[in-house]
């Protein structure tokens, strides 16, 4: 007579079996079923392979991937761990990002903080502390929205309600940052009021030079300064130079004085007025870069895609602050090229020609124009497509970047790689195209066809890092945020 087994004990050894092979995911599918866990062994076993799951989710989480990490946890939620052991892993996670979100208040960061509490949201941890810090992250972006259109009253308002918002326990670091911020914005409300008398009276007697030397230094202290912008533009069209008004992605520029540390705060004057004065290799260290990312694409290349507005040429240097470090005798400071909208302009800081002509004031760019720095560094200006803002700096001579990319990218609001003529990132063996762009303050990509973002499978679009392994049937490529 055979011996006949319940269908659920076979289920529990496939369940144990796959455990023991590390197939732990597998495992928690298998004993996700409700009928299997009315039975004492699943339920012993699944206890198991839960605290299994969540000392794999400290780990994960801790080495930086946090979405597999809560998987993890979910997946133990779900099979009974222990309460106290889930709750250690959230209040640590839960620590750690209040921190860092302070950490970018006080570095003058009040967006990413903001961005930051809000995945603490999404994640349901923090609670009233989380909802204090968010509230106070709401009102420093306030207050730097103000202070980049002129309004230093308001953005003053903005920041004193965060300060009063601040708990006992606040971390001192945020505090003295907010204070230093206060000191800076009372002393830029004076200054920008002088300005703008200056540059009235200015545009009253059409003196075009002083209007715009005096709308430049506005728009250092305000970049979003509504008549400063349409004195600058005005004063543009008078000496000749047609362009449009600056492009701002999202609101974002560089930082103004009162969002800097305090060790970045000599720097007061323009660029126009530290090319004649000798001081632009003594700022290096005053300057951080925009956002860069590495796409190192399989069997194309390497390009540089830089996401500012503004990016620097120049030496590469120990103290940071170029954009696009070129090894060459140049200086570490050697031309700035700054995106106003459509238009681009190159600012000479050292010797610099644009198609053979040296030149020594603020240039617009136009397609193919030949840069060259220095003595023999040529960069070939390209706007491939008719349709986009983005701009892409071919290096055309043998002169290497670092790190060494084929070219850099001068991203817009899209990227195009693909096999047409006016993709930004020429793929001539693939037979679609995939676009890296913007929304809000994320970056995303789009793409007709399957892929996968680290290892998860993806269609249309989806959000990528500046870290991530982005692969296709046909391509692959990984993005490296400098």
């Not at 420093?140 to 929205?145: G, I, N, P, R």
């Not at 491939?384 to 790190?403: D, F, G, K, Q, Y």
Request: net charge neutral; with cysteine.
């Amino acid at each position: 007579m055979s011996l006949m087994f319940p269908a659920w004990r076979f289920q529990l050894r496939e369940a144990r079996l796959a455990m023991a092979d590390g197939r732990w995911d597998e495992a928690a599918e298998m004993l996700s079923s409700e009928k299997l866990r009315e039975f004492l062994p699943a339920k012993r076993l699944s206890q198991e392979l839960a605290g299994q799951l969540v000392t794999r989710a400290r780990q994960r989480i801790e080495n930086g991937n946090s979405q597999a990490g809560w998987k993890d946890l979910d997946r133990a939620a779900r099979l009974g761990a222990v309460e106290t052991a889930l709750s250690d892993v959230r209040q640590d996670e839960t620590r750690r990002r209040l921190q860092k979100a302070q950490n970018l208040l006080a570095q003058g960061d009040a967006a990413a903080a903001r961005q930051a509490l809000e995945r603490m949201e999404h994640r349901r941890l923090g609670g009233v502390d989380r909802r204090t810090w968010q509230m106070i992250a709401q009102h420093l972006e306030h207050s730097d929205l103000r202070a980049r259109r002129g309004d230093v009253t308001s953005a003053i308002e903005s920041l004193e309600k965060a300060q009063r918002l601040l708990p006992g326990d606040a971390p001192e670091n945020v505090r003295l940052g907010l204070q230093d911020r206060s000191a800076k914005l009372h002393d830029a409300a004076a200054s920008i009021h002088q300005l703008d008398s200056q540059l009235h009276a200015a545009l009253a007697a059409s003196n075009w030079t002083e209007v715009l030397k005096t709308a430049e230094s506005l728009l250092e202290l305000a970049p979003q300064h509504s008549a400063a912008r349409q004195a600058r533009h005005r004063a543009w069209q008078v000496v000749g130079m047609e362009v449009t008004l600056p492009y701002k992605p999202n609101g974002l520029a560089a930082k103004t004085p009162w969002q800097r540390t305090p060790a970045a705060q000599r720097l007061a004057e323009s660029t126009r007025q530290l090319a004649r004065n000798g001081k632009v290799d003594t700022v290096i260290n005053e300057r951080t870069p925009g956002k860069r990312i590495v796409a190192w694409i399989d069997e194309v290349g390497a390009y540089m895609i830089c996401m500012g507005d503004e990016i620097v040429l120049g030496q590469p240097a120990a103290e940071g602050g170029v954009d696009v470090p070129i090894l060459a005798d140049l200086s570490r400071r050697h031309a700035i090229v700054r995106r106003e909208r459509e238009a681009y302009v190159l600012t000479p800081l050292h010797k610099t020609a644009i198609d053979g002509r040296i030149v020594t004031e603020p240039t617009v760019l136009r397609d193919k124009s030949l840069i060259t720095l220095g003595n023999g560094v040529e960069l070939r200006f390209r706007k491939p497509h008719a349709l986009s803002a983005t701009a892409v700096l071919e290096i055309v001579s043998r002169h290497r970047t670092e790190p060494a990319v084929d070219a850099i990218v001068l991203m817009s609001e899209s990227c195009i790689l693909g096999p047409q003529s006016h993709s930004h990132i020429r793929c001539r063996d693939w037979t679609g195209d995939l676009v890296l762009f913007r929304r809000n303050d994320e970056l995303m990509c789009r793409t007709q066809k399957q892929i996968e973002i680290e290892g998860q499978t993806c269609t249309g679009q989806a959000a990528v890092s500046g870290n991530c392994r982005i692969e296709g049937e046909e391509f692959a490529l990984s993005l490296e945020e400098l």
